[in-house]
């Protein structure tokens, strides 16, 4: 294995975090992490406030009121940074271009939170990630006049021309890490992450190579590696855990860890400090 590039800066990014999900799935996933790196490695974890049928969730897991008290204990522990992902998770419910309406979608997603969460009463929500990596020049545009910080993907965050989305269909057939410099807009960063690193629709072993060669790519260019997760994709369809999905990833995040050149960090705090 190739070494890891020193001064790398890593954003973790859970998505789909609901009333559904449970704290033992998180703490399988990145407690190991936290008890290696107890000075700091927290997780953004995007959350959707409203359930719906659109929001994916683990076999057998009904909704929890326990799951707030979990996150708040994380986020006020500087475990985790709590992130917006959209309202209802609907595929378009961010697509339209109707200013009224994407700022009834904010504000009531916003209170939403800070109704579930005590910890969003003291640090406000700077971070949003669209459901579904959709949503419209509009929306955007809006989250950036609020000061929110937006996470997905380069296309969807800078729709490029014709032959921009050749030239992105092209690294995408080569496997270049889809990882680009951090966009600063007024108090707003736009961070783009295209790469999903640990599916469940390829090999562990392909997972763990792909980022691997994702940390090297960010180190030797100055980016900040943004690990996306979908915690249910290290579990099957029963609910089980992937063993081997879940064994490449802890690899990984020991390696990370285990280095003093490589800084977890949040996207608010990276915004805060750039």
């Known amino acids: 294995m190739a070494a890891l590039l020193p001064r790398l800066t890593v954003i973790i990014r859970d998505d789909d975090i609901s009333a559904c999900t449970r704290p033992e799935t998180l703490q399988t996933l990145y407690g190991d992490l936290w008890a290696q790196r107890p ?19 683990l076999a ?8 707030w008290p979990f996150l708040d204990d994380l986020a006020g522990g500087g475990r985790a940074e709590i992130a917006l992902h959209g309202y209802r998770h609907e595929p378009g419910e961010w697509a ?43 929306a955007r545009d809006l989250l950036i006049e609020r000061g929110l910080n937006v996470c997905t993907t380069s296309a969807n965050m800078f729709p490029p021309n014709r032959l921009g989305w050749l030239a992105y269909r092209l690294r995408q057939r080569l496997g270049r890490p889809g990882f680009y ?23 562990p072993a392909a ?12 180190a030797r260019f100055g980016y900040p590696l943004v ?19 879940l064994a490449a990833w802890h690899e990984f995040a020991a390696e990370l860890a285990a280095r003093s050149d490589v800084v977890f960090t949040s996207f608010a705090a990276y915004t805060a400090y750039r």
Not at 192 to 199: E, G, I, K, Q, S
């Open 39 to 57: 000075d700091g490695a927290p997780v953004c974890l995007a959350v959707v406030p409203v359930l719906s049928d659109h929001v994916p969730r």
């Open 60 to 67: 057998g897991q009904d909704p929890d009121s326990g799951v």
């Open 96 to 138: 339209t271009s109707d200013p009224a309406a994407l700022r009834r979608l904010l504000d009531d997603g916003l209170a939403r939170l800070e109704a579930l969460l005590l910890v969003t009463k003291g640090r406000p929500i700077r971070t949003f990630v669209p459901p579904h990596e959709r949503f419209s020049p509009a």
């Open 181 to 203: 410099p951090v966009v600063r807009r007024g108090s707003s960063c736009l961070f783009a992450a295209d790469t999903y690193l640990f599916t469940s629709d390829a090999s």
């Open 207 to 218: 997972c763990l190579r792909r980022a691997r060669l994702a940390a090297g790519f960010c």
């Open 227 to 245: 690990v996306v997760n979908h915690h249910w994709h290290f579990f099957d369809g029963a609910g089980q855990p992937r063993s081997a999905l």
